[in-house]
């Protein structure tokens, strides 16, 4: 009975913690249902030259980008200062704020009855708001679960986050493609997309109840001192036999502080971050890229006074390259523009909602897989493979676009790569994110190395409508040409994880620093 209820115990403060997966999910692809109303309310009545309009419109759709940066960014330092459960707190209570903001940017001005496309940045501010909440969530969510999992156990218990995040962008393609079909395409441009925003409320505000029914995760209280709390809460996980010993285990792990040798690379992340951010804001105020490219500049000058032969360094840059490539190999463009892209294969509006709901069944079809063999097979080879498969599908929808071949294969081609993502690089990189780094430096090296992944998901979102818009590159490769870019980097990442990534099944959160000694 005590490991039936330690069980259910764990299971229940999992599917709590998942539930801000879930709103990552949600609030990530509601804008894939909205990409043309935003355009026809926003940005055409700017009457803007082609190209600025379509800088603009990656801008706009890709905006709540800049808050999971940041978002990312300081989740390390909140979760690390206040706890897991208090980060998850301010993030329930970012996505509630940001679906009433985002739902009617006039508000304080006037009722959202009127198309005025002069509050497009009060958008922008209020999507970056969500996309704080994303950010902080992204990073503390399958962190609290890995910290309260067995070992057995984590792999398939992380992955479940994964699960919620698909299940949560199932969920809001139903959700447009309802509240689309309440009206005509000129009331879903005027006040459809609206609706779409404003239902992140419903799941923003059970996350902010069901948080307090959850505790702390135990590796916190013991690390602030509170080893009476910290031991209550892993026997109720683990029993108290094995509670004892972990709490030794975790206590040793952390008398041994190994932070001191990552701070430079913390600062120097952090610096990168901030220039980088606030290149992001100058651009989106001058419309200049030259902005963007002289905060990375100064940044790289900055990499320069930065020794990289070291242990702090190798478990900085290994989390940074595995958030990357998770986002170079390009599925938010799918998440994100799966509509639009059905448009361009010669699907109506409500068929292309039709399908993106078929990409998300199978994106949460394949995640289950990942769910029920990461633990088993391990991580490294789920990687490689899903890498491999993603690969071939993107150079293949590549070729179709190209070739101008049948919209049945570029279907194929595209749900082909969903489902290789799902396997592996949706669940798997945020099970190795969340357990690969040693207990004492955990919170800060997952906050750079997420905040990365939105760094890399904001330039792949932001640069995919400039590619595939581009006159040139439409009359060469007729919206082929971005598909065979990430079909490449999907290559990058098999060899990354063949070479360089150390598998972690089976190992305990206390091993890991040992790990990367060797």
């Known amino acids: 009975m005590k490991n039936e209820a330690s069980k259910s115990y764990t299971i229940g403060l999992t599917v709590i913690a998942t539930l801000g997966g879930l709103l990552f999910g949600y ?67 970012l996505f509630l704020f940001a679906a009433i903001g985002s739902a009617w940017p006039e508000i304080g001005y006037h009722m959202p009855d009127v ?3 002069t509050f497009v940045y009060h958008f922008v501010f209020y999507r970056i708001i969500g996309g704080i909440g994303v950010g902080i969530a992204s990073m503390v969510s399958p962190m609290y679960i890995a910290e309260i999992a067995p070992p057995e156990k984590r792999g398939s218990l992380v992955a479940l986050n994964q699960f919620a995040i ?13 509240i689309a079909k309440q009206g005509d395409t000129q009331w879903l441009h005027a006040m459809g997309w609206r609706w779409m925003f404003a239902s ?50 975790i206590q040793y792990s952390f008398d041994k502080d190994e932070t001191a040798s990552l701070k430079p690379y913390y600062k120097f992340m952090m610096t990168w971050l ?35 032969r070291s242990y702090g360094f190798l478990i900085i840059i290994t989390g940074v390259l595995l958030s990357a490539f998770q986002q170079f190999v390009g599925i938010n463009v799918v998440l994100y523009y799966a509509p639009e892209i059905f448009k361009s294969m010669g699907s109506g509006t409500d068929s292309a909602l039709l399908q993106t709901i078929i990409v998300g069944i199978i994106n949460l079809s394949f995640t289950v897989l990942a769910i029920m063999t990461v633990d088993k097979f391990g991580r490294k080879p789920l ?17 179709s676009f190209s070739q101008n071949l049948n919209g049945t294969l570029k279907l194929i081609f595209m749900l082909t790569y969903t489902a290789g993502f799902a396997m592996s690089w949706g669940p798997v990189c945020w099970v190795m994110l969340a357990e690969i780094f040693p207990n004492s430096v955990r919170s800060s090296v997952m906050s750079i190395a997420v905040a990365a992944q939105w760094v890399s998901n904001f330039l792949i979102s932001w ?29 990058l990442a098999a060899i990354f994880v063949w070479k360089f990534l150390p598998e972690t099944k089976g190992k305990t959160l206390e091993d890991m620093e040992q790990l990367w000694k060797k």
């Open 27 to 93: 609030d990530t692809a509601v804008i894939s249902g909205t990409v043309e109303s935003l355009r026809h309310f926003f940005i055409d009545p700017m009457g803007l030259p082609t190209n600025e309009a379509n800088a603009m419109e990656g801008f706009v759709i890709s905006s709540a980008l800049i808050g999971c940066i940041f978002g990312a960014a300081i989740a390390g330092w909140v979760s690390q200062q206040f706890g897991r459960k208090k980060a998850l707190f301010a993030a329930a209570i």
């Open 115 to 117: 198309q005025d496309h």
């Open 166 to 178: 698909i299940f949560g962008m199932l969920v809001v393609y139903f959700v447009n493609y309802f």
């Open 200 to 249: 992140l409320a419903i799941p923003s505000g059970l996350f902010f109840v069901l948080l307090f029914f959850a505790p702390e995760t135990p590796r916190w209280l013991i690390m602030k001192g509170h080893k009476e709390k910290g031991l209550d809460i892993l026997t109720k996980l683990v029993g108290s036999t094995a509670a004892k010993k972990e709490m030794d285990e």
């Open 274 to 308: 901030v220039l980088f951010v606030v290149g992001l804001l100058a651009l989106s105020i001058s419309g200049v890229p030259s902005a963007l490219e002289i905060s990375m500049i100064c940044s790289f000058i900055i990499a320069l006074f930065v020794p990289i």
């Open 383 to 399: 990687l490689i493979i899903g890498a491999l498969i993603m690969a071939v599908s993107m150079l293949g929808l590549g070729t």
């Open 463 to 491: 640069t995919f409508p400039i590619m595939d818009k581009n006159e040139t590159l439409v009359n060469t490769f007729n919206h082929g040409f971005a598909y065979w870019i990430y079909g490449a980097l999907s290559v």
